[in-house]
């Protein structure tokens, strides 16, 4: 396993992350499929070995606990809305 190569991929994917954020909300389907699909390319690229899969589970984690922070947000300001 090329541990090094893996961080690498992982930190590339997180400078892509940013750039769709720029183009997309993280709330948003579009996102959330380019997430999902380039999340699964990496597992394969290391054939699936456990350690990258948690790696990539705890990146989509985080990703989603900053979207329901978000949309929690956007729910709440919207309660408030004509009260």
Do not use: C
Not at 73 to 83: F, I, L, M, P, T
Request: net charge negative; glycine share 6%.
């Amino acid at each position: 396993m090329d541990w090094e190569k893996f961080f690498k991929d992982v930190m590339n994917w997180m400078n892509a992350a940013n750039i769709m954020l720029k183009n997309y909300p993280i709330d948003s389907a579009e996102y959330w499929k380019w997430v999902i699909d380039t999340t699964g390319r990496i597992e394969k690229r290391y054939d699936g070995h456990p350690l990258v899969v948690g790696i990539m589970v705890a990146i989509i984690r985080y990703q989603d606990e900053i979207a329901q922070d978000m949309i929690a947000k956007k729910e709440s300001e919207n309660a408030g809305v004509g009260v």
